[in-house]
């Protein structure tokens, strides 16, 4: 049995992986405590259902997004922008390496499989796409604030955009077995038509 100070850590990344190359509901608790090398005792005091470690396992994947966000900021307003595009593939570019293929978007994934199912994690996973638009906006109005965006193009509705098309790439990606680099250049290109000219 593994250390109980890193218990609950364990147990959150070892669903992260289940969950990600498997599904939500394909994996049994007793499952994930072999995965992680815990009791079933110690996921329930850390956890009391499957759906909050399903929270706990969303808010890994969101610190882990965000990270990569800030990770390559880029010098100009152009470079920031293309660097959510840079982000999202680098992300599903480890996936692809470690999975040895896409396997989709770990909120993408959990809203389909259970937003329909689970209202309390549906809302959990609303306010993590929230985040996510949020975040993305920023960089928008950047870019608007430095010129970078082309005439009449509204920061708010690029992010709102992005989103939808990032998390529409990596599904089609998954379904039609394409390569991570499909998902970022797909992003790159929809940010591109709403630069200015010359933008570099």
Known sequence: MGRTSDSRERIVRASARLFLSRSYGAVSVDELCAAA????????????????LAKAVIDLHTDGLFAQLSAAPGASAAERLRGVADAVGAIQTRFESKYGRIVGCPFG??????????DELREHLASTFARWEREFAVVCHQARADGALREGVDPDRLAHSLLALAQGQILLAKVANLSAASISAALREHIDV???EGVA
């Open 194 to 196: 709403h630069l200015r």
């Open 37 to 52: 090398d815990v009791r079933k005792g110690s996921f329930y005091y850390f956890f009391p259902s499957k759906a909050e």
């Open 109 to 118: 994934n959990l809203a389909a499989e259970l937003s329909t199912v689970d």
